[in-house]
């Protein structure tokens, strides 16, 4: 309150008013510009999101508690305290509203957030007891900063151990990286409470695609975006599409810059998404393998002194064999890769989603990042040329 003039005889009501608005102001774009940009992640890392969102809070009374050591920038720290609260807001709200959904187990959102709001009823009552004897107990400004940490270290571990006893069922970005880890180095796929334990609640950390396969995987890809990316020629195009004509998805790699767009058309299901990430993966292990490169999964299973085949050992024998027969095709598309991973695919996914299917996990639903754009392509080789000899994609 002093930040905005309170108790100053020099302030002026319009000087005050000017720093609430900007103080306001700053919170409100804030929460548009996370909620664009993050928005689409909040349901697939609601954990991570949930713990960000409780570290960020405390970070931002933190600031709040420097600002009379910092009066003469009282309006910036005021306008980024903010800005960090209403982050705090919308990665919150979102975050419980999906925990909500995933704790109502049997269809009983109204009751589980009854619950929830009375919980947290509790909780701030007896804060609000532990604050009335801290002041009864300590003199004003004694013990401010000790008091804080020590609380602030509560609050950050209490909420740490909540989000790790999570028990997700659907399958995000990570945990289905995890599942693949799993399944390509040793054939098995994990039970939920395994991987939920592994998976990691802190934002930007966590087993991603490129530690998975080496490459960057973009689900519902624009195929503008694709195609310019790899800097295909219309002959690579019609060389993908028809490589791909029985799957649900078409992949476009970018060698040199080290991503795999996944396009994917109207009406995609989850086992379409899941699949084309599985192809993804192992397009992208297959790759690296021609090319001599080491990944996690390829050296969990150097490490595995157990000779049992697994999938990755399938997949490096049809590498080195469809290697030797010397297939052609562009320098921007490694068709000896693509071959080998459509090989191992066909064989191992129909496996991989029966198994993970009775390890409990939700084939009917997903929390995947996938894009918005969807895609229309046709088989080049059923299109009929018209009399002067082009089809009607060259005209």
């Given at each position: 309150m002093k930040g905005v003039g309170v108790g100053d005889t020099a302030a002026t009501p319009f000087a005050a008013a000017i720093t609430w608005i900007l103080k306001d102001g700053t919170g409100m774009a804030g929460r548009i510009i996370f909620a664009w940009i993050e928005g689409t992640r909040l349901d697939g890392d609601c954990k991570k999101w949930r713990l960000f969102a409780d570290a960020l809070n405390d970070s931002a009374m933190a600031l709040e508690l420097l600002l009379p050591m910092f009066m003469e920038y009282s309006t910036y720290i005021l306008c980024i305290s903010t800005g960090m609260k209403s982050v705090?807001?919308?990665?919150?709200?979102?975050?419980?509203?999906?925990?909500?959904?995933?704790?109502?187990?049997?269809?009983?959102?109204?009751?589980?957030?009854?619950?929830?709001?009375?919980?947290?009823?509790?909780?701030?009552?007896?804060?609000?007891?532990?604050?009335?004897?801290?002041?009864a107990t300590f003199d004003e400004g004694e013990f401010v900063w000790q008091l804080f940490t020590f609380f602030t270290i509560i609050h950050l571990f209490a909420n740490y151990k909540a989000v790790r006893s999570l028990k997700m069922v659907t399958l995000?970005?990570?945990?289905?990286?995890?599942?693949?880890?799993?399944?390509?180095?040793?054939?098995?796929?994990?039970?939920?409470?395994?991987?939920?334990?592994?998976?990691?609640?802190?934002?930007?950390?966590?087993?991603?695609?490129?530690?998975?396969?080496?490459?960057k995987i973009i689900l519902g890809a624009s195929l503008q975006n694709a195609v310019e990316g790899a800097k295909l020629s219309s002959e690579d195009i019609k060389l993908l599409i028809n490589f791909y004509r029985s799957k649900r998805y078409l992949l476009i790699m970018d060698v040199r810059g080290r991503k795999i767009y996944a396009c994917l058309p109207q009406g995609e299901?989850?086992?379409?998404?899941?699949?084309?990430?599985?192809?993804?993966?192992?397009?992208?292990?297959?790759?690296?393998?021609?090319?001599?490169?080491?990944?996690?999964?390829?050296?969990?299973?150097?490490?595995?002194?157990?000779?049992?085949?697994?999938?990755?050992?399938?997949?490096?024998?049809?590498?080195?064999?469809?290697?030797?027969?010397?297939?052609?095709?562009?320098?921007?598309?490694?068709?000896?890769?693509?071959?080998?991973?459509?090989?191992?695919?066909?064989?191992?996914?129909?496996?991989?989603?029966?198994?993970?299917?009775?390890?409990?996990?939700?084939?009917?639903?997903?929390?995947?990042?996938?894009?918005?754009w969807r895609g229309v392509w046709s088989n080049f080789s059923k299109i009929e040329t018209s009399e002067d000899g082009e089809t009607p994609d060259e005209k």
């Open positions: 705090v807001g919308v990665a919150g709200g979102a975050t419980r509203a999906a925990i909500t959904q995933h704790q109502a187990i049997r269809n009983n959102m109204a009751d589980v957030s009854a619950k929830d709001g009375s919980q947290e009823t509790f909780v701030n009552l007896c804060a609000s007891i532990v604050g009335i004897i801290i002041l995000n970005n990570e945990r289905l990286n995890l599942l693949l880890l799993t399944f390509l180095s040793a054939e098995t796929v994990s039970s939920p409470e395994i991987v939920n334990n592994h998976e990691s609640v802190i934002v930007g950390t966590g087993l991603s695609d490129k530690d998975l396969c080496g490459f299901k989850t086992v379409d998404v899941v699949q084309s990430y599985f192809h993804a993966v192992t397009l992208g292990i297959a790759t690296c393998i021609s090319s001599g490169r080491d990944l996690v999964v390829i050296n969990k299973v150097k490490s595995r002194p157990s000779t049992k085949t697994c999938p990755l050992s399938r997949l490096q024998t049809a590498v080195i064999r469809i290697t030797g027969t010397k297939q052609g095709g562009s320098m921007r598309i490694p068709i000896e890769a693509m071959i080998a991973a459509d090989e191992v695919v066909s064989k191992e996914f129909p496996a991989f989603m029966e198994a993970t299917g009775k390890q409990g996990w939700s084939i009917d639903s997903h929390h995947i990042t996938v894009d918005e």
